[in-house]
């Protein structure tokens, strides 16, 4: 790792954890928003009407292809709102919370809720980490040079040119979430396996159905193909500044649970406009410190969070969005290199 992981002297009053989180919780930043949620909720959920309505207005016209573009937008705001949801941001109780994720996740957009959070889990545990991050382990992409010169198949292709083809790959990464949660159905430990069976195919009969009914064929492949394209690209853009391009953990080296979150994550700057786009998202340090705090606070708990790293001497990364994602790709560039040697 690049960044300094060193821990400071230890202090009678706990870890250095223990101490912002005393500090948060003295804030009331920990507090659900309920007023707020409910807003949001129903926001999203009329924009959510409003784009199916406007599909069955516009009919078969390629000014469809509008409407796809804008309900993609839609259905990563479902996406986001199911984020919160899961890391119980919204509810305390556990059912109210798997209730309502099933709900948006699996018959909202098609995404297997319970697959995700299981997954996501363990990435909040370890983010990075080779060894124990899913987020990191090598698909189509490798992270680190480690993983280069150990690719075979695919990812020993792809490696060479990755950086080049990870916006383009992002457009595929909506059916990938579709085909994941199917696939996830045939483990048997997974919760509510036949709940979330029903909601999936539920799902994607009535989504297939609709579009078959309304547009003509042809019509209506390409509108799935624009949905679901710019639906991978926008989640994939939210996601891709939190910690591409960041310190990559393996082995025992494990930093304490504070530097673990703050030294592997990446905040984007920006406004009430990048706090909408990228869903709360763009605090990704505050966020991985207390993934149950509210989105809405994270700007606040922010600025306490930041003084507090720089009086530890932690490395605390703000950047912006488009800089992020030139980080990032830098990184996958630097990542594909033994393959580009032939090694």
């Given at each position: 790792?690049?960044?300094?992981?060193?821990?400071?002297?230890?202090?009678?009053?706990?870890s250095d954890f223990a101490r912002l989180s005393r500090t948060i919780a003295e804030t009331g930043l920990m507090a659900r928003r309920p007023g707020y949620y409910i807003l949001r909720f129903?926001?999203?959920?009329?924009?959510?009407?409003?784009?199916?309505?406007?599909?069955?207005?516009?009919?078969?016209?390629?000014?469809?292809?509008?409407?796809?573009?804008?309900?993609?937008?839609?259905?990563?705001?479902?996406?986001?709102?199911?984020?919160?949801?899961?890391?119980?941001?919204?509810?305390?109780?556990?059912?109210?919370?798997?209730?309502?994720?099933?709900?948006?996740?699996?018959?909202?957009?098609?995404?297997?809720?319970?697959?995700?959070?299981?997954?996501?889990?363990?990435?909040?545990?370890?983010?990075?980490?080779?060894?124990?991050?899913?987020?990191?382990?090598?698909?189509?992409?490798?992270?680190?040079?480690?993983?280069?010169?150990?690719?075979?198949?695919?990812?020993?292709?792809?490696?060479?040119?990755?950086?080049?083809?990870?916006?383009?790959?992002?457009?595929?990464?909506?059916?990938?979430?579709?085909?994941?949660?199917?696939?996830?159905?045939?483990?048997?430990?997974?919760?509510?396996?036949?709940?979330?069976?029903?909601?999936?195919?539920?799902?994607?009969?009535?989504?297939?159905?609709?579009?078959?009914?309304?547009?003509?064929?042809?019509?209506?492949?390409?509108?799935?193909?624009?949905?679901?394209?710019?639906?991978?690209?926008?989640?994939?853009?939210?996601?891709?500044?939190?910690?591409?391009?960041?310190?990559?953990?393996?082995?025992?080296?494990?930093?304490?649970?504070?530097?673990?979150?703050?030294?592997?994550?990446?905040?984007?700057?920006?406004?009430?406009?990048?706090?909408?786009?990228?869903?709360?998202?763009?605090?990704?340090?505050?966020?991985?410190?207390?993934?149950?705090?509210?989105?809405?606070?994270?700007?606040?708990?922010?600025?306490?969070?930041?003084?507090?790293?720089?009086?530890?001497?932690?490395?605390?990364?703000?950047?912006?969005?488009?800089?992020?994602?030139?980080?990032?790709?830098?990184?996958?560039?630097?990542?594909?290199?033994?393959?580009?040697?032939?090694?």
């Open positions: 790792m690049s960044a300094d992981t060193s821990a400071p002297p230890v202090r009678a009053d706990g129903v926001a999203v959920g009329a924009l959510y009407a409003g784009g199916w309505t406007a599909f069955a207005l516009v009919g078969p016209s390629w000014w469809t292809l509008v409407v796809a573009a804008f309900l993609a937008v839609v259905y990563g705001q479902v996406a986001m709102l199911a984020h919160d949801v899961a890391h119980r941001q919204v509810f305390r109780l556990r059912r109210a919370a798997e209730v309502t994720g099933r709900i948006a996740g699996n018959a909202g957009i098609g995404m297997g809720y319970g697959r995700w959070q299981d997954k996501h889990t363990r990435h909040h545990a370890n983010p990075n980490h080779a060894d124990l991050d899913p987020d990191v382990t090598p698909d189509l992409l490798v992270w680190s040079q480690d993983q280069a010169r150990a690719a075979k198949g695919l990812p020993r292709v792809i490696g060479r040119s990755q950086a080049y083809l990870f916006f383009p790959l992002l457009t595929l990464e909506g059916f990938n979430l579709h085909v994941a949660g199917v696939r996830a159905l045939a483990d048997r430990s997974l919760r509510k396996r036949t709940l979330e069976g029903t909601l999936l195919i539920a799902h994607f009969v009535v989504y297939t159905a609709v579009l078959f009914l309304v547009l003509p064929p042809g019509m209506a492949v390409a509108f799935l193909a624009v949905h679901q394209c710019l639906f991978g690209v926008y989640l994939g853009s939210i996601f891709a500044p939190n910690h591409k391009g960041m310190p990559i953990l393996t082995g025992k080296d494990r930093p304490d649970f504070l530097r673990r979150q703050v030294l592997t994550s990446r905040n984007v700057r920006g406004g009430w406009f990048t706090d909408l786009v990228l869903g709360g998202l763009n605090y990704q340090i505050e966020h991985h410190l207390f993934p149950s705090m509210p989105s809405p606070h994270l700007r606040k708990a922010q600025v306490l969070v930041r003084r507090y790293c720089e009086d530890l001497g932690v490395v605390y990364l703000e950047t912006g969005l488009i800089t992020s994602y030139r980080q990032a790709l830098t990184s996958l560039h630097r990542a594909g290199a033994p393959l580009r040697a032939g090694g």
